[in-house]
């Protein structure tokens, strides 16, 4: 019989459960049994509710406390050296993640195409495996004693490896696949002598280009692991398998999952290679988006499976796991009704699958009130006036140019002499930190406890509070600190026509790192100035040069659930031409420094090298319409974080910003080497201080950086910063950090 079947849920809560649990854990006020009790609290409710959606597999292990490759790693036993002394196991776990004064953190980076961020196994020569079980079992005895039977979650060896870093020269992380894949067995063994009768083995890096290597290695693997117990479900997700299709399709596994939302047109090559004792499972309900499922078009994919492989070998499922998904819609009260009706949050896909899966099994007719449902939310978004304004469109279509009217050279000349700064002149990436009374006084101006004037008051008074502390430090160029913006996504998203925003609508980014996105339903336009007031007044306050913040359109659009009734590139290009008007008026207002952060370009890159191309004209297109406006004497910066830029740094050179700055510390300054071979031309910040971490650095520690990134990029065009905003640090560490980060500068100057 054909079964509906849950790849993944969220594990954070509906209201944030998880994130604050961590949270007073890691300040010591409430103990380990506090954090475990919650995190029982949680998978418990989430199995339950998956039950009663009518999901009949449930997925167990797929909750994590900081990340899920972070826990491949403990599973496997392959704890960097530095951490290996630590006796404690939770203990052991953050610090991985989070970093300690004498051990730094693991690296960061984004999980494939998502926002999503997982902690890079590190590797080294001689390196050893072995199981630590604890959790996939302890997972699926919980879920067993409420009277569910679960299917353990765990990610690949294949994907493990190819995710991994190797941290000696001369490693190959895929050549240690013979020494992992045996504890992989033992792990299925033990799953199997609990009773589990199937396990899904997470394999997304199937939707990669792969290696000869990588190839080898999945077909060693898994001639391993379909002999060492349960019944495997491969998951593949995020893209089409395409040249990899056989492979995949014919790997001694019992079943295969296979996203039919990102790549439907996979469907029939996948058909026709599918062995006749495989079971697949059609992800037709999108896990990344917060759209109602068209049913009755993905009812046409299940059937034409169910056509081809009969009922008994098929399942039907969301694209990927929910965790990119928010968790429930019915606690939007305060919605716009007609939003609401087209959207659906991870309980409600659940609905879908089940619905899909009752229409399969009983006919169209057995769920028509759903699938009715669906039918006129679509009919409805078609209709509506709300979503196409034909002045949008029609400035879109406009042709404006996107080049500078100098070269770099030429305004790097006007900029030295506009703004005097010292050699390895020093900032910082945007925010200060939110502490509790900021938060606090936000929380009273929304509920109406704390009227507008006395809410700016209060902001005025944090942002002159930080622009003191700023002099008092030394930096060089200022910025205001942020302290009126909650989110740098959400909060241009609610000063723009065709946004709209959730109360609940939290997926998480990484660790206890939960974000809101924004909804984009329509056509994207800019009402007034966003961000003058704030850049302007804090630019009263100093005469050292203020920098105004904003975010860039390619973030925007990454960072937001999107509409998916015109091109990205289109809704990119109407973000960019807001962004340009902001930049224009801070120009206007003496704002002379202006960062258009974009962290999200290298994320948006499509995950098949055919596709970078299109893609990356475009994104950089936008970029350049935002910021080409200006004239030479205004420096424009952006910033990028958390990514792999070796194959793409053509493309950032073409966005032609004065100065960029870039996540590096956790990397051991390694990000910064494709900057260095590739001989960026423009300016660069490297990151010298993890704001991830708890750690302050020393100022060694920064000069040992900044000393490493002058060896191959001349002095001239170096900036000294932290990796990225400063937004969930407190004022003690970001003080002591700056003060180190400053003097590791005049150390430099020196």
Same mark, same amino acid.
């Given at each position: 019989?054909?079964?509906?079947?849950?790849?993944?849920?969220?594990?954070?809560?509906?209201?944030?459960?998880?994130?604050?649990?961590?949270?007073?854990?890691?300040?010591?006020?409430?103990?380990?049994?506090?954090?475990?009790?919650?995190?029982?609290?949680?998978?418990?409710?989430?199995?339950?509710?998956?039950?009663?959606?009518?999901?009949?597999?449930?997925?167990?292990?797929?909750?994590?406390?900081?990340?899920?490759?972070?826990?491949?790693?403990?599973?496997?036993?392959?704890?960097?050296?530095?951490?290996?002394?630590?006796?404690?196991?939770?203990?052991?776990?953050?610090?991985?993640?989070?970093?300690?004064?004498?051990?730094?953190?693991?690296?960061?980076?984004?999980?494939?195409?998502?926002?999503?961020?997982?902690?890079?196994?590190?590797?080294?020569?001689?390196?050893?495996?072995?199981?630590?079980?604890?959790?996939?079992?302890?997972?699926?005895?919980?879920?067993?004693?409420?009277?569910?039977?679960?299917?353990?979650?765990?990610?690949?060896?294949?994907?493990?490896?190819?995710?991994?870093?190797?941290?000696?020269?001369?490693?190959?992380?895929?050549?240690?696949?013979?020494?992992?894949?045996?504890?992989?067995?033992?792990?299925?063994?033990?799953?199997?002598?609990?009773?589990?009768?199937?396990?899904?083995?997470?394999?997304?890096?199937?939707?990669?280009?792969?290696?000869?290597?990588?190839?080898?290695?999945?077909?060693?693997?898994?001639?391993?692991?379909?002999?060492?117990?349960?019944?495997?479900?491969?998951?593949?997700?995020?893209?089409?398998?395409?040249?990899?299709?056989?492979?995949?399709?014919?790997?001694?596994?019992?079943?295969?999952?296979?996203?039919?939302?990102?790549?439907?047109?996979?469907?029939?090559?996948?058909?026709?290679?599918?062995?006749?004792?495989?079971?697949?499972?059609?992800?037709?309900?999108?896990?990344?988006?917060?759209?109602?499922?068209?049913?009755?078009?993905?009812?046409?994919?299940?059937?034409?499976?169910?056509?081809?492989?009969?009922?008994?070998?098929?399942?039907?499922?969301?694209?990927?796991?929910?965790?990119?998904?928010?968790?429930?819609?019915?606690?939007?009260?305060?919605?716009?009704?007609?939003?609401?009706?087209?959207?659906?949050?991870?309980?409600?896909?659940?609905?879908?699958?089940?619905?899909?899966?009752?229409?399969?099994?009983?006919?169209?007719?057995?769920?028509?009130?759903?699938?009715?449902?669906?039918?006129?939310?679509?009919?409805?978004?078609?209709?509506?006036?709300?979503?196409?304004?034909?002045?949008?469109?029609?400035?879109?279509?406009?042709?404006?140019?996107?080049?500078?009217?100098?070269?770099?050279?030429?305004?790097?000349?006007?900029?030295?002499?506009?703004?005097?700064?010292?050699?390895?002149?020093?900032?910082?990436?945007?925010?200060?930190?939110?502490?509790?009374?900021?938060?606090?006084?936000?929380?009273?101006?929304?509920?109406?406890?704390?009227?507008?004037?006395?809410?700016?008051?209060?902001?005025?008074?944090?942002?002159?509070?930080?622009?003191?502390?700023?002099?008092?430090?030394?930096?060089?160029?200022?910025?205001?600190?942020?302290?009126?913006?909650?989110?740098?996504?959400?909060?241009?998203?609610?000063?723009?026509?065709?946004?709209?925003?959730?109360?609940?609508?939290?997926?998480?980014?990484?660790?206890?790192?939960?974000?809101?996105?924004?909804?984009? *339903?329509?056509? !994207?336009?800019? %009402?007034? =100035?966003? $961000?003058? &007031?704030?850049? +302007?007044? /804090?630019?009263?306050?100093?005469?050292?040069?203020?920098?105004?913040?904003?975010?860039?359109?390619?973030?925007?659009?990454?960072?937001? *659930?999107?509409? !998916?009734?015109? %091109?990205? =590139?289109? $809704?990119? &290009?109407?973000? +960019?031409? /807001?962004?340009?008007?902001?930049?224009?008026?801070?120009?206007?207002?003496?704002?002379?420094?202006?960062?258009?952060?974009?962290?999200?370009?290298?994320?948006?890159?499509?995950?098949?090298?055919?596709?970078?191309?299109?893609?990356?004209?475009?994104?950089?297109?936008?970029?350049?319409?935002?910021?080409?406006?200006?004239?030479?004497?205004?420096?424009?910066?952006?910033?990028?974080?958390?990514?792999?830029?070796?194959?793409?740094?053509?493309?950032?050179?073409?966005?032609?910003?004065?100065?960029?700055?870039?996540?590096?510390?956790?990397?051991?300054?390694?990000?910064?080497?494709?900057?260095?071979?590739?001989?960026?031309?423009?300016?660069?910040?490297?990151?010298?201080?993890?704001?991830?971490?708890?750690?302050?650095?020393?100022?060694?520690?920064?000069?040992?950086?900044?000393?490493?990134?002058?060896?191959?990029?001349?002095?001239?065009?170096?900036?000294?910063?932290?990796?990225?905003?400063?937004?969930?640090?407190?004022?003690?560490?970001?003080?002591?950090?700056?003060?180190?980060?400053?003097?590791?500068?005049?150390?430099?100057?020196?």
């Amino acid at each position: 019989m054909t079964r509906s079947a849950n790849l993944g849920f969220p594990r954070i809560g509906l209201h944030r459960e998880l994130k604050k649990a961590q949270e007073s854990f890691w300040k010591g006020e409430t103990d380990a049994a506090a954090l475990h009790a919650t995190a029982r609290e949680l998978r418990a409710r989430h199995w339950t509710l998956q039950r009663d959606a009518g999901i009949d597999v449930i997925p167990s292990n797929d909750f994590a406390f900081y990340d899920h490759v972070l826990d491949t790693s403990v599973l496997v036993g392959a704890i960097p050296p530095r951490f290996a002394e630590i006796a404690d196991a939770d203990e052991r776990y953050f610090a991985m993640a989070r970093g300690t004064t004498a051990a730094p953190a693991m690296e960061m980076t984004k999980w494939f195409d998502t926002n999503y961020h997982f902690i890079v196994p590190e590797l080294h020569a001689g390196q050893s495996f072995a199981l630590n079980a604890q959790k996939p079992v302890g997972h699926y005895r919980e879920a067993k004693a409420l009277g569910l039977e679960t299917r353990p979650v765990i990610v690949g060896p294949v994907t493990f490896l190819s995710l991994a870093k190797a941290k000696d020269n001369g490693l190959d992380p895929l050549d240690l696949i013979d020494t992992l894949v045996p504890v992989y067995a033992e792990l299925l063994r033990t799953l199997r002598a609990e009773g589990a009768e199937w396990v899904q083995i997470d394999e997304p890096v199937l939707v990669l280009d792969l290696s000869d290597k990588q190839r080898a290695a999945f077909q060693m693997a898994y001639e391993v692991l379909s002999k060492a117990g349960p019944k495997v479900l491969l998951a593949t997700y995020f893209g089409a398998l395409l040249d990899n299709t056989e492979l995949a399709a014919t790997l001694p596994v019992a079943g295969l999952h296979i996203d039919l939302v990102r790549a439907p047109e996979q469907l029939e090559d996948v058909l026709a290679v599918l062995p006749e004792d495989k079971t697949l499972s059609v992800g037709v309900v999108d896990g990344r988006n917060i759209w109602r499922t068209n049913l009755d078009r993905a009812l046409g994919f299940v059937t034409r499976a169910w056509d081809q492989i009969g009922p008994d070998r098929l399942e039907i499922a969301p694209s990927c796991s929910l965790l990119h998904s928010p968790v429930d819609l019915d606690a939007e009260t305060n919605l716009d009704a007609e939003l609401k009706s087209w959207m659906a949050f991870a309980k409600q896909k659940l609905g879908e699958v089940a619905a899909l899966t009752q229409a399969q099994r009983e006919g169209r007719a057995a769920a028509k009130l759903t699938f009715d449902t669906s039918a006129a939310a679509a009919a409805a978004h078609r209709a509506s006036p709300r979503i196409h304004k034909d002045a949008v469109k029609a400035r879109s279509a406009q042709t404006i140019a996107l080049d500078r009217a100098s070269g770099f050279a030429a305004r790097r000349a006007k900029q030295r002499q506009k703004f005097n700064l010292p050699s390895y002149p020093t900032t910082t990436i945007g925010s200060f930190p939110q502490t509790r009374e900021v938060r606090e006084a936000r929380a009273a101006f929304k509920k109406g406890l704390l009227d507008a004037a006395g809410y700016d008051a209060f902001l005025e008074q944090e942002t002159e509070k930080s622009i003191r502390i700023q002099e008092d430090i030394g930096l060089d160029v200022l910025v205001h600190g942020e302290f009126e913006r909650n989110d740098m996504v959400e909060y241009f998203g609610e000063q723009l026509d065709g946004f709209a925003f959730t109360k609940n609508g939290w997926v998480q980014s990484y660790g206890s790192r939960c974000v809101k996105p924004p909804v984009i *339903f329509g056509d !994207v336009s800019r %009402p007034s =100035a966003m $961000t003058v &007031r704030w850049s +302007a007044f /804090a630019a009263s306050l100093t005469d050292k040069p203020m920098k105004g913040m904003l975010t860039g359109p390619v973030t925007i659009l990454q960072w937001s *659930f999107v509409r !998916v009734d015109q %091109p990205r =590139a289109e $809704t990119c &290009r109407q973000i +960019a031409l /807001a962004i340009r008007d902001e930049v224009l008026d801070l120009e206007k207002a003496g704002i002379g420094i202006i960062q258009i952060d974009e962290p999200a370009l290298r994320e948006g890159l499509p995950l098949r090298q055919r596709d970078w191309n299109s893609y990356l004209r475009w994104a950089v297109d936008c970029f350049r319409l935002s910021a080409s406006g200006v004239a030479d004497e205004t420096q424009i910066h952006t910033h990028m974080c958390y990514a792999e830029f070796n194959d793409i740094m053509p493309a950032i050179a073409e966005m032609d910003a004065d100065v960029i700055s870039i996540e590096t510390s956790r990397s051991d300054m390694e990000l910064l080497e494709a900057f260095r071979d590739f001989k960026y031309p423009n300016e660069i910040g490297p990151g010298v201080w993890d704001i991830h971490s708890p750690r302050v650095p020393s100022e060694a520690d920064m000069l040992a950086l900044m000393q490493k990134a002058a060896e191959g990029i001349p002095a001239d065009q170096l900036w000294v910063n932290p990796d990225c905003g400063l937004k969930t640090r407190g004022w003690p560490e970001v003080r002591a950090s700056l003060i180190n980060l400053v003097s590791a500068a005049k150390a430099l100057r020196a």
